[in-house]
């Protein structure tokens, strides 16, 4: 040890010297003790370490870091296994029962719809809803359409359905009882036909367009 | 005189091995300790483990064997000193005025400095500029060459030299006159 030691000391006095040379000192014997003096600042042993450091330098101190890690993000971790949990549950549901579908599309549908469209489906709806009573009118005109002799008996059928109203789409317009024209199709295939269709056509018809003009001009 | 570092301990402690670490600061800190000792800060143990906190888990990063750790060491504990004198400068110094401490009506201010604090080498030091007394302490206390002094400081290594022969011509007349004012 005292030998590493005296050359550990003649290293530095190496150095020293070196220094003093390339500065043109190397004549001061004083500035040389000084500098002696300055190196043994360094002590011979290391501080004793702090509870911090020496934790540091034990070999076998286990990492927290694991745990601190889980500690902190264990709301998230478990918030994410809920949600995925949820969403795996809503999926089978979904993939077992089609009626749940069905609400499913129609309510994210309903939701995810632009605002404006919203009144102009639900007239759509209203004809879809109604299709059974549709359906019999919409044959009628067919048959008026197709076959002009034999819906002399049907055409009264027709007239009761009130076909019009659904067909000119006309709640909007004041001028629906101008409609019947369409009706009066039929008398360009037969004319007898002409005078039946209006007469049952008129009390269903003005009651539903009075109501909108009247709104629409307040 | 402090440790020597085996190059066992020094391949562990570079790969990030804990058992390394122990030999690191074993070899190194007198000198760590020295070097604060040297700039005259209020408590250089504090400030020693400190950069050993720093400097021991960030090992498996350092590259260049014993010689790229010691510039390691003392660029963070060069770093710690300069936060310290920041912070020492923000806080007011706060004491009662003594007419004999002060230095305005003695002839020479290196004078009686040197008398009131027995004139040891740390004294003197204080009386070069910081970048003088950086330079010195760094090249003598922690052992390092030119060019790892110019590396710590962002300076080329002509500006080091000049530094240095600033700071051992300024030391050189500051002891001669102590050695004058002793006889």
């Not at chain 1, 129609?106 to 709806?125: K, M, Y």
């Not at chain 2, 052992?143 to 030299?161: F, H, N, R, W, Y």
Request: with cysteine.
């Amino acid at each position: 040890m005292t030998g590493k030691h005296n050359s550990h000391h003649f290293e530095q006095d190496l150095r020293i010297e070196e220094m003093l040379l390339e500065s043109g000192l190397e004549n001061s014997d004083s500035l040389h003790e000084s500098l002696q003096e300055l190196h043994a600042l360094t002590t011979a042993e290391a501080p004793e370490p702090g509870p911090e450091l020496a934790a540091l330098l034990s070999p076998q101190v286990p990492s927290l870091g694991s745990r601190r890690w889980k500690k902190r993000h264990r709301t998230a971790v478990i918030s994410a296994t809920v949600i995925g949990a949820m969403g795996l549950g809503a999926g089978a549901v979904a993939a077992a029962n089609e009626d749940f579908r069905e609400t499913v599309g129609h309510t994210v549908g309903v939701l995810f719809q632009p605002s404006g469209t919203i009144p102009q489906e639900s007239p759509a709806t209203e004809s879809s809803a109604p299709s059974p009573t549709d359906l019999p009118t919409n044959r009628t005109q067919d048959n008026s359409a197709t076959v002009p002799a034999p819906a002399g008996p049907s055409a009264p059928a027709g007239g009761e359905a009130t076909v019009s109203p659904p067909t000119g789409t006309g709640p909007r317009h004041p001028l629906q009882p101008v409609e019947p024209p369409k009706i009066g199709e039929a008398p360009i295939v037969d004319g007898k036909t002409l005078p039946v269709l209006p007469s049952p056509a008129k009390p269903s018809v003005p009651g539903l367009p009075t109501e909108t003009p009247g709104k629409t001009g307040e | 005189m402090a440790a020597l570092l085996t190059d066992e301990d020094l391949s562990a402690a570079l790969a990030g091995d804990p058992s390394g670490f122990s030999a690191v600061y074993r070899a190194l800190s007198p000198a760590v300790l020295g070097y604060f000792r040297a700039r005259g800060a209020d408590d250089p143990e504090a400030l020693t483990q400190d950069v050993f906190v720093d400097v021991l888990p960030k090992l498996c990063g350092v590259s260049g064997g014993e010689k790229g750790l010691r510039t390691f060491i003392f660029s963070v504990a060069h770093a710690r000193l300069v936060d310290y004198r920041r912070r020492e400068a923000r806080t007011p110094i706060l004491g009662e005025y003594d007419p004999l401490d002060d230095g305005r009506r003695s002839a020479s201010a290196e004078e009686h400095l040197i008398d009131s604090l027995g004139g040891g080498i740390t004294e003197l030091l204080q009386l070069l500029n910081d970048e003088q007394r950086e330079v010195l302490v760094l090249r003598i206390v922690a052992d390092l060459s030119i060019e790892q002094v110019a590396g710590i400081m962002d300076k080329s290594t002509g500006a080091v030299k000049q530094l240095q022969r600033r700071a051992l011509v300024a030391l050189r007349e500051l002891v001669t006159e102590k050695d004058y004012t002793a006889s």
